[in-house]
């Protein structure tokens, strides 16, 4: 019988130095599996299986689509591909975005929890907004455990104190005790192992991650919100998951509130800038018309070229003051959460 031998790891911020500390103290004969998730740019290359590998004694690998999962070694998602669990083997795919992520931490901890039921150990470490709480709840609605790492020791604490909000955490516990209890947690046979009953919608959307384009025939369990999509621009499906309010659009981008949030600040600073641009190019524009009716002696034609630059100089001035504004309150948004 089989114990916790699926454990899956979500961190962002800070979690590099997180995860080296707790793989550092993982034993060598683990009767495990680990999988990471660590927020990465699409474009950079990851050195974390290598990092990780140097300073643990299990081995860290970047997974092949398909590869048949052991016990004793780690498999950390390469950049811009969700990895996702099925019985047996890893699957990596190109799917829709979670939270403006790929690889994001909800679509790895619902497949697992979706594969292996109660053997799967989600922990949440260190980082900004909130991936993985949905995941977490996946998790324990299928019987597995919750672990979080303390706030208090945590660089970024927001996806701890995100996770601790909504999910009925087993273990918050500091680095320096996680990995005695994952072993502890691996090495104890579970009760209840065997058939465990999916929900239908937790099923759909991991079918969404995996891009199964039977998942894209109906509607994502949910009701149809006022929110549009912020990445394709689609009508955004509100889904209550307890208390825990997500967004998924009919193609797979999900959001949870706070995602949203910050996708939409960044939506309207890209508005602010594309503005800006085009008041820019419109002064220019304008000083160029009136040197050229200046020349021509046309001296009712250069009043009016000169009042639509000072009316595009004012309108930019103010959208820099926007802009200004909108750094300072966004610096200070990350230091709140971070207090």
Request: charged residues 25%; without cysteine.
């Given at each position: 019988m089989p114990g916790h031998d699926i454990i899956v790891i979500g961190a962002s911020a800070g979690g590099v130095e997180a995860l080296m500390k707790l793989a550092s103290e993982l034993p060598a004969d683990l009767p495990a599996s680990i999988f990471i998730i660590l927020h990465i740019p699409a474009h950079s290359p990851s050195l974390l299986p290598e990092i990780l590998s140097r300073s643990c004694p299990l081995k860290a690998v970047h997974p092949s689509d398909g590869e048949v999962i052991e016990h004793g070694w780690m498999y950390v998602a390469p950049p811009d591909l969700h990895m996702l669990l099925e019985d047996q083997h890893i699957h990596l795919v190109r799917g829709p975005?979670?939270?403006?992520?790929?690889?994001?931490?909800?679509?790895?901890?619902?497949?697992?929890?979706?594969?292996?039921?109660?053997?799967?150990?989600?922990?949440?470490?260190t980082g900004s907004l909130d991936d993985g709480t949905a995941g977490l709840l996946a998790i324990k609605r299928l019987g597995g455990v919750a672990i979080v790492q303390d706030p208090r020791e945590a660089l970024y604490p927001s996806m701890p104190l995100n996770a601790l909000r909504h999910v009925a955490v087993d273990y918050t516990l500091p680095l320096s005790e996680m990995a005695p209890l994952i072993a502890r947690l691996a090495s104890k046979p579970i009760a209840r192992e065997g058939l465990h009953s999916v929900p239908e919608d937790m099923e759909l959307e991991v079918k969404m991650a995996e891009m199964n384009m039977d998942a894209f025939n109906g509607n994502p369990a949910g009701t149809p919100s006022v929110f549009s999509c912020p990445e394709c621009g689609g009508v955004l499906w509100e889904i209550k998951d307890g208390e825990l309010t997500r967004y998924r659009c009919r193609v797979g981008h999900a959001f949870s509130t706070e995602?949203?949030?910050?996708?939409?600040?960044?939506?309207?600073?890209?508005?602010?800038?594309?503005?800006?641009?085009?008041?820019?190019?419109?002064?220019?524009?304008?000083?160029?018309?009136?040197?050229?009716?200046?020349?021509?002696?046309q001296d009712w034609l250069v009043q009016r070229f000169e009042q639509r630059v000072r009316e595009a100089e004012h309108r930019a001035g103010l959208i820099r003051s926007a802009l200004f504004r909108n750094k300072v309150q966004t610096t200070m948004d990350v230091v709140e959460a971070q207090d």
């Open positions: 975005r979670e939270n403006r992520r790929r690889p994001a931490i909800d679509p790895l901890f619902r497949s697992a929890a979706v594969a292996y039921g109660a053997r799967v150990v989600g922990v949440i470490l995602s949203i949030m910050a996708a939409q600040a960044e939506q309207v600073e890209d508005a602010l800038w594309a503005a800006l641009k085009t008041l820019e190019e419109s002064a220019n524009l304008s000083r160029n018309l009136a040197q050229q009716a200046r020349e021509r002696g």
